[in-house]
């Protein structure tokens, strides 16, 4: 009887120590997720339109910047990197201006 009680107490704090690990991995709501496909698919949507966004306005920052700079580059005339920098910001603005 000893034995058993001891072994239904160690299968009981296991029991309890595998519900609080499947609670913090947030396991239900996981598979939750997957039986609603119309709420799993909305989310990836808005998920990648938010990376979409990022991409496009962290790229637009950069090569803003990129262009800056060369200009600043082309305003020291730099003897040779000078004008092969002046003529890339006279294409990009043009392009810019289109």
Known sequence: MAGDDAAKKDLNSKVEELAYYLE???LA????LF????RLMWLNF???LARGVGIAIGGTILA??????LSQLAILNLPVIGDF???LVKIVQGQLAR
Do not use: H, K
């Open 24 to 26: 913090r991995m947030r």
């Open 29 to 32: 709501e996981y598979i939750a």
């Open 35 to 38: 039986n609603r496909p119309w």
């Open 46 to 48: 808005l998920a990648g």
């Open 64 to 69: 803003a910047l990129v262009i800056f700079l």
């Open 85 to 87: 920098i002046a003529e």
